[in-house]
Nanobody, 125 residues
């Protein structure tokens, strides 16, 4: 199983980026996929999750209304559209996947079996 995160970069505050998480080696439609982020010296924090069928999503409060998670099961890819970026959004972003996610466990990193390598997002003020 491989998860490949991409799309990070450097933007000014108020700008946008779209992250992608491409999966291989698994039955993608059976997996819930989440994005986490980790700033230097900080814990890895939950950002958003999209459940297997793609109809249920859940976000951390600070990104609601600015970030949108979506998936294309035909392309084995999950996206994170990030708009109105703020300096506090800067971090390494990781995607993670698991078959057994429920909303009460979605925010916890140990709930996920597979992780991508991370993509760096830098936001300048």
């Amino acid at each position: 199983v491989q998860l490949q995160a991409s799309g990070g970069g450097s933007v000014q505050a108020g700008g946008s980026l779209r992250l992608s998480c491409a999966a291989s080696g698994l039955t993608f439609s059976s997996y819930s996929v989440a994005w986490f982020r980790q700033a230097p010296g900080m814990e890895r924090d939950f950002v958003a999750v999209i459940m297997r069928a793609g109809r249920i999503t859940y976000y951390r409060d600070s990104v609601k209304g600015r970030f949108t998670i979506s998936r294309d099961n035909a392309k084995n890819t999950v996206y994170l559209q990030m708009d109105t970026l703020k300096p506090e959004d800067a971090a390494v972003y990781y995607c993670a996947a698991s078959t057994s996610i429920i909303l009460t466990s979605a925010r916890s990193p140990p709930s996920y079996a597979y992780w991508g390598q991370g993509t760096l997002v830098t936001v300048s003020s």
